[in-house]
């Protein structure tokens, strides 16, 4: 143990004797650590954004369109016996059916009328629930109520975007066009992450939608279903609970499926980063064993004299291994500590939550170590031969 | 060529010995620098080894040192000869034994001049205190207590060279090789360094100064003379008991 204080001691002195050439030849771990700690750090960090995303909007709401059966020229419905069949599910908290109403010009003053015309803003009959199956808050007022449902009131919530556009003030009195129709504005629908259309619509009861709109029945297209537990077993089963064998289908997803996916880290790319930053760290290994063969021809005369005062071959070999192990250990730790600072540079300019394993950057500070000391065998070993009487320069 | 012993001492006073040693470099064209040599050091002499350039003594000085192996004979350290043993054991032997002065002074430049007498206490199982006390009396016996914190660069050559001595004593070696000692030093440094070499001697202790400047050599009480890898005179100064001239 003293032996190995003794030996770490020779070998600092001998890298702080010599600063810029040390932290030169320390460059190259420096360099390849960091840059791979760095993209790896970056390229999760990217996606650890998508999955703090995930973890908000929750992964268990199923999206049920209905499929066209054998029916024609008439738009597909879910009926309310299905719809109410999908409620009595087992794992199913929250069911919300809506229905897109179409051929419907919704004017916030006159004079804008060619404008939504061409750019028809959604209009969506849907029930008093849908908030909190979307799990989605009022930015102000409220949401249609059983009330409105009941008496077919013409009252409409509208969307967060759709309220900015028109400067809907909160809690003021206003009007919305359908059509020619008025309608009061009762309150407005924070932004659906997961259904960003939504942000722009007009919602009314299905009981308004049947009264003013000619619908012939107030069956939705559409079902947003809650299901917390056994989400996607229940998702599967769906479209059988809506048919029941029958002619009218239904595709049911998870649409935070595709988003999951997404959030997937790259291997290939992460792989890819890899083999680069290991390519780094390999020439970084190249440059120490180059300086240092240089170096151990400069220092002949300290190994001369070491060796005449009783250090043998094996001493100075370790010595010099030394010098490199304390390289690649400084190098390794300063490299993942820049790479860990661009990551969190980086995370934090993006908005990105920074996503970085403790265990990885050992990883790779260990990789130096090792790169550093394989680096130093050659000029460990070429110090190690030196012949003393010749570095002495006797007589 | 045998040198016969001044007179009749135990075997253990031999600190140091040749015995039969011939040294030859090269293969294709053979030069024999040392041939044949025999020599031992006893515990308390002073002596010097003197010729001209290419008399084979730099070459003596190495294997006197265990710096390098002959192509003949034997080398005995305290009665070991080194030439079989294996490169470890034979450096740790020549730590222990020996004690080097060079006429380049060879300090580590990096070093203060106590790290450099503690460089020769390295790996020898003592604790930092126990090699910090050893190097600093080291330095105090050559007078340079006072610089123990200076570089060799804020140093002259006089005080590089006794920084030099401090490290060769500071192990207590059997025997101090000296290579041309005040080669490189002016005549009150030289005088200055020889004066110190001449109150280092204790009868533990041996002192051997390889030179070809006969002032020096007329200052010890040994005078070795060496001519084409012999040894041509050895010959007793003041007083000394170096004996048994033969050419």
Redesign the interface.
């Given at each position: 143990m003293r032996r190995f204080r003794e030996l770490v001691g020779v070998a600092t002195a001998g890298l702080t004797a010599r600063k810029v050439r040390t932290l030169l030849i320390m460059l190259g771990p420096i360099l390849g650590v960091s840059a791979i700690v760095a993209a790896i750090g970056i390229n999760e960090s990217s996606k650890g954004h998508l999955k703090a995303k995930l973890q908000e909007l929750g992964t268990d709401l199923i999206v049920v369109n209905a499929s066209a059966g054998f029916g024609f020229g008439q738009d597909p419905v879910i009926e309310a016996a299905a719809v109410s069949r999908v409620g009595r599910l087992p794992d199913v908290v929250a069911v919300t059916g809506t229905r897109q109403l179409s051929d419907i010009v919704t004017v916030p003053f006159t004079g804008a009328e060619d404008y939504y015309r061409a750019f028809p803003v959604p209009v969506i009959a849907t029930g008093p629930e849908l908030p909190d199956t979307l799990e989605v808050p009022m930015v102000s007022g409220r949401f249609l109520n059983a009330f409105d449902e009941e008496s077919g009131a013409r009252v409409a919530v509208i969307g967060r975007d759709l309220a900015d556009e028109y400067g809907y003030l909160a809690g003021e009195s206003r009007t919305i066009e359908l059509n020619g129709l008025e309608y009061g504005v009762v309150g407005v629908l924070d932004w659906v992450l997961l259904e960003p259309s939504m942000d722009s619509a007009v919602f009314l009861t299905f009981a308004a939608a049947v009264a003013d709109w000619e619908l012939d029945d107030p069956d939705p297209s559409r079902l947003y279903v809650r299901a917390p537990t056994n989400t996607a077993m229940v998702a599967k089963e769906i479209p059988t609970v809506v048919s029941l064998g029958g002619p009218d289908g239904a595709n049911a997803s998870v649409p935070t499926d595709l988003l999951d996916a997404q959030s997937q880290v790259d291997e290939s790319l992460n792989n890819l980063t890899k083999m680069m930053g290991g390519l780094a760290l390999i020439v970084g290994g190249v440059g120490i064993a180059n300086v240092m063969s240089i170096s151990v021809i400069q220092r002949s005369s300290e190994i001369g004299i070491r060796r005449a005062l009783g250090h043998s071959r094996g001493t100075i070999a370790v010595q010099f291994l030394f010098e490199a192990l304390v390289v690649g250990v400084f190098g390794g730790i300063l490299g993942a500590l820049v790479g860990a600072g661009v990551v969190w540079g980086v995370a934090a300019q993006r908005g990105y939550t920074m996503v970085l394993s403790v265990a990885g950057l050992a990883g790779w500070a260990l990789v130096s170590v090792g790169v550093a000391v394989v680096a130093g065998l050659y000029p460990s070993s070429k110090a190690a031969r030196l012949e003393p009487l010749e570095t002495l320069r006797l007589g | 060529m045998k040198v016969s012993p001044p007179r009749e001492k135990g075997a253990d006073d031999v600190v140091l010995a040749l015995d039969g040693v011939s040294r030859v470099y090269g293969t294709e064209v053979e030069v024999r620098a040392l041939d044949d040599v025999s020599l031992d050091i006893r515990a308390g002499e002073f002596l010097s080894i003197v010729g001209p350039?290419g008399s084979g003594?730099?070459t003596m000085?190495?294997l006197l040192?265990v710096?390098?192996l002959p192509t003949e004979g034997a080398i005995r350290v305290r009665g070991t000869d080194v030439t079989r043993l294996a490169?470890?054991e034979?450096?740790?032997?020549?730590?222990?034994a020996i004690g080097?002065v060079?006429?380049?002074f060879?300090?580590?430049?990096?070093?203060t001049a106590l790290?450099n007498v503690e460089?020769?206490l390295?790996?020898r199982?003592?604790?930092p205190r126990e090699r910090r006390t050893r190097a600093m009396s080291a330095l105090e016996q050559v007078g340079l207590g006072e610089r123990h914190d200076h570089r060799p660069v804020q140093m002259s050559g006089g005080e590089q060279q006794r920084v030099a001595i401090a490290?060769a004593i500071s192990?207590d070696p059997g025997v101090v090789l000296a290579?041309?000692p005040t080669g490189a030093l002016d005549s009150s440094n030289a005088e200055n360094v020889m004066q110190i070499f001449a109150d280092l001697q204790s009868p533990e202790r041996a002192i051997c100064i390889?030179t070809h400047d006969m002032h020096v050599a007329d200052a010890t009480r040994r005078r070795i003379s060496m001519l084409d890898g012999r040894i041509v005179a050895d010959e007793a100064l003041n007083g000394g008991s170096g004996m048994g001239v033969d050419s």
């Open positions: - | 350039s003594k730099s000085l190495g040192g710096l390098d490169d470890a034979r450096s740790r032997l020549r730590g222990e080097f060079f006429q380049q060879h300090l580590i430049p990096h070093l790290g460089t020769a390295l790996y199982g003592l604790t490290r192990t290579d041309e390889v």
